[in-house]
């Protein structure tokens, strides 16, 4: 596995990590973090050329925890 390759597993757990920890399943929106599409088209995640993740916006979904 190739260092970007590592990185983008780590930001795919970490972003899974939060979606699973704040009731994903229950927020206003959720498209995509079901991982039925690629991280980068994940509601709310922005990444760069490379598909890492540059920022997460998430306000007002009704997230807990």
Same mark, same amino acid.
């Given at each position: 596995?190739?260092?970007?390759?590592? &990185?983008?597993?780590?930001?795919?757990?970490?972003?899974?990590? &939060? *979606?699973?920890?704040?009731?994903?399943?229950?927020? *206003?929106?959720?498209?995509?973090?079901?991982?039925?599409?690629?991280?980068?088209?994940?509601?709310?995640?922005?990444?760069?050329?490379?598909?890492?993740?540059?920022?997460?916006? &998430?306000? *007002?979904?009704?997230?807990?925890?």
């Amino acid at each position: 596995m190739t260092h970007k390759m590592a &990185l983008i597993a780590l930001e795919k757990a970490a972003l899974t990590a &939060l *979606y699973n920890s704040t009731g994903g399943p229950r927020w *206003y929106a959720h498209d995509g973090w079901d991982g039925s599409r690629h991280h980068c088209g994940w509601f709310g995640v922005t990444c760069n050329g490379d598909s890492s993740v540059v920022r997460v916006k &998430l306000n *007002y979904n009704d997230m807990a925890g």
